[in-house]
């Protein structure tokens, strides 16, 4: 597959594609590579680490979520001489193969996958360091990846949660006032997890049961136990920030936790960009839901520009820090 991007106003290249497995535990993890055509060497080779949920390696899930934005974004940074590998989660899409279940994981599991293909992007791409690049739930994954930094060249966290997830549910459920009857049994629920101990869904509102479904409650006690800022503040790498200011799902008080944890840290600040990386209008819920759907649509405007100009002149890490 080739293509190239004519809209910036950086000189652009052709990137082509292919796909890349690594052994998973069972079976293979997939994922697609594009890099920079015409033998081009890249100057940089990023990794995206996927969301939450069932999100493939395009960014995309069952759930209603068409928009691709890994893929949008990969295709303007191969289109930048900037080769990235987009992967599926083990037990899912491609990777289904790779465990029987993919709810039995925890984030340590996907740390461990993460930096098995960054050590085969590495060798892909004849780079002595690969950038993670992860988006949403996989900024948290990223920034547990970073802990260990051989191989690694830094971080770019993609509306990423600043606090435990749990938290970051607790605000999301009590910013919509018509969730107001569930919330006794939602923040209960949140707070039986994050001490460690299961629920029964049954015994929740119907509303709530697919969101603390059985299948997944071992994955949520796990995930709840990270504190993403103080993951942050013990990154030794170069680190990017990236918050859109009209994101639905993770708010830009966020990206503030972040930077207040990491104060080395670039921030990239995309007033108008929502969670699947779009512009959207201010104010207009629905509107910003249907850019969910569509995958016409331009990158946010200034985040493309932004992830060249820090792959390209990171700055420096911190040399010492919290331990």
């Known amino acids: 597959m080739m293509g190239s991007a004519t809209t910036l106003a950086m000189a652009t290249v052709n990137w082509t594609e292919q796909s890349l497995e690594v052994s998973g535990p069972q079976g293979p993890l997939r994922g697609t590579l594009t890099r920079p055509g015409e033998g081009l060497r890249p100057e940089a080779a990023v990794l995206i680490v996927p969301g939450s949920g069932p999100t493939d390696r395009d960014g995309n899930n069952p759930l209603g979520v068409k928009a691709g934005p890994y893929r949008r974004l990969a295709h303007a940074l191969g289109a930048q001489n900037i080769a990235t590998l987009r992967i599926d989660k083990r037990g899912l899409f491609g990777s289904a193969g790779a465990v029987p279940d993919p709810n039995a994981v925890t984030v340590a599991d996907y740390v ?66 018509a969730n107001a009857p569930l919330l006794p049994q939602a923040m209960q629920a949140i707070a039986t997890l994050e001490a460690g101990r299961r629920v029964d869904p049954m015994l929740l509102h119907p509303a709530l049961q697919p969101l603390f479904a059985a299948p997944v409650q071992p994955f949520l006690i796990d995930l709840f136990r990270h504190d993403p800022a103080g993951l942050a503040a013990r990154v030794r790498l170069p680190l990017l920030i990236a918050q859109g200011g009209h994101d639905l799902q993770v708010a830009p008080d966020e990206a503030r936790r972040l930077h207040e944890a990491a104060p080395w840290a670039r921030v990239l600040d995309l007033p108008r960009a929502n969670h699947v990386l779009s512009d959207v209008p ?41 331990q």
């Open 112 to 177: 461990h996958d993460v930096r098995a293909w960054a050590s085969r992007l590495r060798e892909e791409t004849d780079r002595p360091c690969v950038w993670l690049l992860g988006h949403s739930e996989g900024g948290v994954v990223a920034l547990a990846a970073a802990q260990q930094p051989e191989g690694l060249c830094g971080v770019l966290l993609l509306a990423a949660p600043g606090q435990p997830v749990g938290q970051v549910l607790r605000d999301q459920l009590h910013a919509n006032p």
């Open 282 to 322: 201010a104010d207009d819920p629905a509107a910003n839901l249907a850019s969910y759907g569509r995958d016409d649509q331009p990158l946010a405007k200034g985040l493309l520009e932004g992830i060249v100009a820090f792959l390209r002149t990171p700055g420096a890490a911190p040399n010492a820090g919290p």
